[in-house]
């Protein structure tokens, strides 16, 4: 069997959204499907151990907010590598509650979905969960996110398990090139070709040049986080 076969299944990228009574959480997830029409319904995996997962269990109610192409870093890294427990994800973010009462982010969102659950299924790790669609909308035009496009342009890297992924720190890098340094945190790669626009560092300045207080733009760690990328 050739797991590989795996990567080639293409994906979005999705705000999950919940609720516990009044509290509210969010998370990033690629695992969103329509699996019918008549009546409209719609499923998402989430980790057990997720806040997320506890409040859509609770509440029995999940928005899925569709991010559009251009979103930046910050806002998926907001979602996607801290957790619920330890910050309020939703601090500087705009967003309205639904039907469901669940959130619905509004920034860089292309459109919504809420959907109250109808049947779940245990898959070991995570929890699949079949909702059907109570709300729904198109909040502006643009081209979604896919989850290729989120790792090999918006985050500069490849999961070591791509077919597609080649170790940087093994390539040769020409010795007048500006060095990269990674996240150890995260994992996510400063390439001083592409700067950090979203966080106000402009293309073509070097990592030692950007602020002591900037952060990475993923997962939030401190710049003393990073380490130098060996050509
Ligand atoms: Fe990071």
């Not at 293409?10 to 990033?28: A, P």
């Not at 559009?68 to 870093?73: F, G, H, I, Q």
């Not at 994800?89 to 979905?113: Q, R, S």
Request: glycine letters at 10%.
């Amino acid at each position: 069997m050739n797991t590989k076969a795996l990567h080639r299944i293409t994906y979005g990228l999705y705000i999950i959204c919940s609720r516990n009574g009044d509290k509210i959480n969010g998370q990033i997830a690629n695992t969103v499907i329509q699996t019918s029409s008549e009546p409209p319904t719609i499923s998402v995996c989430i980790n057990k151990g997720n806040l997320t997962h506890e409040f859509i269990k609770d509440s029995g109610v999940f928005t899925v907010s569709i991010l559009a192409k251009d979103t930046p870093l910050k806002l998926i890294g907001q979602f996607g590598f801290k957790s619920g427990r330890d910050v309020n994800k939703f601090e500087g973010v705009n967003y309205k509650l639904g039907e469901t009462k669940a959130p619905i982010i509004l920034d860089h969102t292309l459109a919504y979905l809420e959907a109250k659950v109808v049947r779940e299924m245990d898959v070991e790790t995570h929890t699949d969960f079949l909702g059907e669609l109570v709300g729904a909308d198109i909040l502006k035009e643009g081209e979604p996110m896919t989850y290729a496009y989120y790792l090999d342009v918006k985050r500069g890297t490849t999961p070591k398990s791509a077919p597609s992924y080649v170790d940087d720190k093994k390539k040769e890098a020409p010795k007048m090139k500006m060095a990269k340094y990674e996240c150890t945190a995260c994992g996510y790669i400063y390439d001083p070709e592409k700067g950090d626009p979203d966080g106000g560092v402009a293309p073509g300045t070097p990592f030692e040049s950007i602020p002591d207080d900037w952060v990475c733009p993923v997962c939030g760690a401190a710049k003393s986080d990073f380490q130098k990328i060996e050509g």
